[in-house]
């Protein structure tokens, strides 16, 4: 990574979740002066432990995307902000619609306002999410790929990134959105059961509860360890070259989802089962998904370089061991 964050003011959005802690503590190191904004909502993935290897050498600001008031002084001065905060539950989407609006839509919009007028020249990224194609109508999913969200959520999550594309194009901002795919490793929540399989499967792994999969297990996933994503948003922030454009994520490889649980169970011994899909999942599953990564690796070079098994290893490691030792 080059020099560019010595020394560079930058705030992260959701800095006490999973991706943004991770985010942090790497910035943090390449000498970035951090102010990490949470609202320690206490289902989403906040948590303090996640910032522990750093808590002295950051602001912490416990304050609300929604709050506009408040990220109009955030942002001042500040010269990347990663918008990392979000309600990321799929299904909780379903349930409280206008709770996910407002945190990740109206929020992002009310980000890039608050920015247009206190600090238009600051470099924007937005971390978005593979779940705006919705169900794949072809595989390796390109950006040109149509869109058509399953889920609340994945709607939000496209209008955030219209209005990030649309500062660009008409006020000239620096701002680009990155598709995330299935994130894990260090500091993901394991708590909430409702944020997708991964980290339900990492849980039951690691207390012996028997996995419980649902459908066939042979939906086929790729998958990112959070080093890699870090570096990629890492990358993103330093560039003022995107102008308002959307990158996929994702990984060469990709597994079913019954030999995800059979390589984590090399790791982690459990048994599990097939069950039926519940019909409320069933409704908002996209199936087979992966990405074509290739155009933000033209771009940027970017490439993963943590396959599954060495990153499931690393994460089992982690949640095995006091924070303060691990990853
Ligand atoms: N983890 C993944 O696999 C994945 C995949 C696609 C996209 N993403 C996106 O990446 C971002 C980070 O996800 P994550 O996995 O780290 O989730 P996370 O839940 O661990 O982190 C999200 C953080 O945002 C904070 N937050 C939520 N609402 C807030 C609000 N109103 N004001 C301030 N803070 C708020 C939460 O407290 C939490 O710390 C999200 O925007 C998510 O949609 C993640």
Same mark, same amino acid.
């Given at each position: 990574m080059s020099s560019f964050y010595h020394g560079r003011r930058v705030?992260?959005?959701?800095?006490?979740?999973?991706?943004?802690s991770n985010l942090a503590i790497e910035l943090q190191k390449l000498g970035a002066r951090l102010t990490l904004l949470d609202s320690m909502i206490p289902a989403y993935g906040a948590c303090?432990?996640?910032?522990?290897?750093?808590?002295?050498?950051v602001?912490?600001? $416990?304050?609300?995307v929604r709050d506009q008031h408040s990220l109009a002084y955030l942002v001042r001065d500040q010269e990347v902000?990663?918008?990392?905060?979000g309600q990321v539950s799929h299904i909780d989407s379903m349930h409280e619609p206008l709770v996910d609006l407002d945190i990740n839509c109206r929020s992002q919009l009310s980000l890039l306002e608050c920015c247009r007028r206190e600090n238009p020249g600051v470099r924007l990224v937005l971390a978005s999410t593979r779940q705006v194609y919705g169900k794949p109508q072809f595989l390796p999913v390109t950006e040109e790929h149509p869109i058509a969200p399953t889920d609340i959520n994945g709607i939000n999550k496209w209008a955030a990134e219209m209005y990030f594309t649309l500062y660009a194009q008409v006020y000239g901002m620096s701002t680009v959105s990155l598709r995330l795919t299935n994130t894990y490793g260090p500091r993901m929540d394991l708590r909430n059961s409702k944020k997708g $399989?991964?980290?339900?499967?990492i849980k039951q792994a690691l207390t012996g509860q028997p996995i419980r999969i649902f459908g066939t297990g042979?939906?086929?996933?790729?998958?990112?360890?959070v080093s890699d994503v870090v570096h990629a948003l890492a990358m993103v922030g330093e560039s003022r070259l995107f102008c308002g454009q959307s990158f996929n994520l994702g990984h060469d490889e990709h597994f079913t989802l019954r030999e995800f649980v059979e390589l984590l169970s090399e790791k982690c011994p459990v048994d599990f089962e097939l069950i039926p899909f519940p019909d409320e999942l069933r409704a908002i599953d996209i199936g087979d998904y992966f990405a074509d990564y290739s155009r933000f690796r033209a771009v940027t070079g970017w490439r993963p370089c943590v396959g599954?098994?060495?990153?499931?290893?690393?994460?089992?490691?982690h949640y095995r061991q006091p924070f303060e030792t691990a990853a």
């Open positions: 705030l992260i959005t959701g800095g006490l979740g999973f991706i943004g303090l432990e996640n910032i522990e290897p750093i808590r002295n050498a602001t912490v600001n $416990f304050s609300d902000i990663f918008s990392l905060a $399989f991964v980290g339900v499967f042979a939906q086929r996933r790729d998958f990112n360890y599954l098994s060495e990153g499931l290893q690393r994460t089992i490691m």
